[in-house]
């Protein structure tokens, strides 16, 4: 692992996890992390959730932000808080989706990155207890 500043740099799959874990805090559904950094350039991996309102949307990505920025790690860019139907947050090499749910049907980004090699988020470690 690298460093930036005092921090240590995270690696693409442990802060795709980090993110994933952050949503599930925040009652994040349907998570997945699709591994597609062999399919494109855009980044190594997609963490993607859906939420039930808007205001959920926007809970779970303040969590994820809230995260990551504990580790010094900011988003490039974020898409979508002003009406909070789908949030895009780039990371560079983990770009997360936080989604309504009926948004999320309607594009399918799933089914788009089919090819996509989907990862496991392992159940027992919260960010909540402090484990991780």
């Not at 930036?4 to 997945?32: C, M, N, Q, T, Y």
């Not at 591994?35 to 309102?53: K, N, Q, R, Y």
């Not at 989706?97 to 788009?112: A, G, I, N, S, T």
């Amino acid at each position: 692992m690298g460093e930036r500043g005092s921090l240590p740099v995270l690696e693409s799959k442990e802060k795709a996890f980090l993110s994933a874990r952050a949503a599930r805090d925040k009652k994040g559904e349907d998570i997945v992390v699709l591994e597609v950094g062999s399919l494109t350039p855009l980044a190594d991996f997609f963490v993607l959730c859906s939420a039930e309102s808007q205001r959920q949307v926007l809970a779970i990505t303040d969590a994820i932000d809230e995260a990551l920025s504990r580790e010094g790690i900011n988003p490039m860019s974020v898409e979508g808080r002003e009406n909070a139907l789908w949030i895009l947050m780039d990371y560079s090499d983990v770009i997360v989706h936080v989604f309504k749910q009926e948004v999320r049907d309607f594009y399918d980004l799933e089914r788009l990155w089919g090819d996509a090699k989907r990862l496991t988020l392992p159940r027992h470690k919260t960010l909540a207890l402090g484990k991780g």
